[in-house]
């Protein structure tokens, strides 16, 4: 699978086309600004986006959504506690298929109700339940410390320490990272009890 990374908007968003380069299927990850860029790089590469998939449904992860759905005819996918219109509703341990490439949905709540990642080929995309160096704001409606923590480390911890980690916002040190750095070095990983990441999230 290999993944186009493309950081978008004046608020460090990334935008991903994750390509299946057997068949040229995709899926188009979180569009929200620079749709032309989007839409010339699956042009150049002749991609056939299978589906748009959003992490979460805050606006700038989303706001490209239908505009790409026309363009593309591609299937707008979110987890069942969304609370925007899709085409498919995502449950947690759902697989997505798109040509011979497969990721694995992992409902993770915290940041918001309907937050999800998605793993697959060696490779996490954590939207905003996960940055490098940090995770995703609890205040928001939506949002739960207590959630976070338990998707923190009742989720994302028990994955494999190799998974690349691809997140929803360029916010850190480097656009990429590997579980095995962010249990190191990422202060919202280091084990505590859920109410002491409570206290240190502000919540």
């Known amino acids: 699978m290999k993944v186009h990374q ?17 068949t040229s299927d995709a899926i188009l990850l979180d569009p929200s600004w620079n749709l032309d860029e ?16 959003n ?3 805050h606006f700038d992860h989303t706001l490209g959504n239908k505009v ?17 219109d899709h085409d498919i509703t995502l449950v947690d341990g ?29 490779k996490i995309f954590s939207g905003d339940t996960l940055f490098v160096g940090n995770c995703g704001r609890v205040d928001l409606p939506g ?18 320490e190799n998974l690349v980690l691809y997140s929803g916002h360029n916010y850190g040190s480097s656009p990429t990272s590997t579980l095995s750095k962010e249990k190191k070095s990422n202060f919202v990983l280091q084990k505590r009890t859920e109410q002491e990441f409570v206290e240190v999230m502000g919540q």
């Open 6 to 22: 493309i950081e978008v908007g004046n608020m460090a968003n990334f935008t991903y086309i994750l390509e299946d380069e057997e």
């Open 143 to 160: 949002g739960s410390a207590k959630e976070l923590y338990h998707s923190l480390f009742d989720v994302l911890y028990n994955l494999d």
């Open 68 to 84: 790409m759905a026309k363009s593309t005819g591609a299937k707008i996918m979110q987890h069942e506690a969304s609370t925007l």
């Open 38 to 53: 989007i839409q010339n790089l699956i042009t150049r590469y002749g991609l056939k986006i299978k589906y748009i998939v």
């Open 94 to 122: 759902q697989k997505i298929t798109f040509g011979n490439s497969e990721l694995t949905v992992f409902h993770t709540p915290g940041h918001s109700k309907d937050s999800i990642c998605l793993v697959g080929d060696g």
């Open 55 to 57: 992490t979460h449904y």
